[in-house]
């Protein structure tokens, strides 16, 4: 499975924008970039995914790099319900099974 | 739609018992997954299943374990005989091709094997 690394935690304060940064240099052209995150005492929750253009929803933006070799999870507005571990996930097209990673905590201040 | 539902959301049992856990699927979705948590290890994709099928099951730890999906809405996964290092939450996740294989997960079940 190709592999993905992400800071092992960041801080950001509430109402601010968060930028959160995956490398997957070893990215296949087929493979599909997913973001899951994961609140406290819950199972992990989809977020965003992509493969070459940015994507944005209502939780939150994916801008990948050009290269693919890199992404960033854009939360543009963080709140203390942001807080949670993220995860960068390669899913290898077509298979449907995704690899996690130790993830991104993200803690949100006042 | 409720949801992924896993039961039970807690059990607690000795070592040496067995131990079944159940998850039922979102209604439609074809793929479901098995997944494990600890702190050591992280989330650990354990088998996975497309239409009741078992796809991928190199993640299952050892024979102990053992998964089964007998109909579109059910699956489960039997631990026999449970040991204290099976102590983890588990979850159970669906998906559908349909849907971009975006995965849906259950609420987890916490095993605590004394």
């Known amino acids: 499975d190709a592999k993905t690394t992400q800071p092992n935690s960041m801080e950001s304060n509430e109402e601010e924008p968060v930028h959160l940064p995956c490398n997957h240099s070893t990215i296949s052209g087929t493979d599909y970039i997913h973001w899951y995150r994961q609140l406290p005492s819950q199972g992990p929750e989809y977020v965003i995914h992509?493969?070459?253009s940015n994507v944005n929803n209502r939780m939150a933006s994916l801008a990948i790099a050009e290269d693919r070799k890199s992404s960033t999870l854009i939360l543009h507005r963080a709140t203390l319900r942001d807080a949670a571990v993220y995860y960068c996930?390669?899913?290898?097209?077509?298979?449907?099974?995704?690899?996690f990673g130790t993830g991104t905590r993200l803690q949100v201040t006042l | 739609d409720a949801g992924v539902i896993q039961s039970p959301r807690h059990e607690v049992t000795e070592m040496g018992q067995e131990v079944t856990l159940r998850c039922k699927p979102i209604s439609g979705h074809d793929y479901l997954f098995w997944y494990r948590q600890t702190m050591m290890r992280g989330l650990e994709l354990l088998i996975y299943?497309?239409?009741?099928?078992?796809?991928?099951d190199s993640g299952m730890p050892e024979d102990r374990f053992s998964a089964k999906m007998p109909n579109a809405s059910f699956s489960t996964l039997k631990i026999q005989p449970s040991e204290p290092r099976d102590s983890a939450v588990y979850f159970c996740?669906?998906?559908?091709?349909?849907?971009?294989?975006?995965?849906?997960f259950g609420p987890g079940t916490r095993l605590t094997v004394t």
């Open positions: 992509g493969l070459t």
């Open positions: 299943f497309n239409n009741n099928v078992p796809i991928d």
């Open positions: 996930i390669l899913r290898e097209y077509p298979a449907s099974k995704l690899t």
């Open positions: 996740a669906s998906s559908s091709q349909v849907d971009s294989y975006e995965q849906y």
